[in-house]
């Protein structure tokens, strides 16, 4: 994978993180608005990166977050779009619908069949 591909790739995960936090912003909002509790959103904007409540995410959405971090992390070790389990390299198109893909297709179906047992 070209330093191209990679930096195309690690802005689709950097605008899938802040889709994320916008949605974790949006979910505060109503909370707050529901217990008429004041919040300072300015200081809390400012301390995006480091402030996050991942407690007021669904599993689905703190799942979602922690494999784009991890596949941040992954794109930082040089290891991205490389099959965590037979260490193939993952089909352009694959991560192209799931950027952030830890396996191959059919690695992925027989870990899923293996969980399922
Ligand atoms: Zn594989």
């Given amino acids: 994978m070209d330093a191209a591909t990679r930096e195309a790739f690690r802005q689709r995960l950097l605008e899938q993180q802040r889709a994320l936090v916008r949605r974790i912003y949006d979910l505060e909002a109503e909370l707050a608005a ?14 995006e990166d480091t402030e996050l409540d991942l407690e007021l995410l669904d599993e689905q959405s703190r799942r979602e ?13 040089g290891t ?5 389990a037979c260490g193939k390299e993952i089909p352009r198109a694959r991560l192209e619908v799931l950027p952030t893909a830890r396996r191959c297709v059919r690695c992925q179906e027989t870990q899923e069949v293996s969980a399922e047992a």
Avoid: K
């Fill in 34 to 47: 529901a217990s008429e509790r004041e919040i300072e959103y300015g200081d809390r904007a400012q301390a």
């Fill in 65 to 77: 977050w922690e494999e784009i971090q991890a596949a941040l992390a992954r794109l930082e070790a």
């Fill in 80 to 84: 991205y779009g490389r099959c965590e």
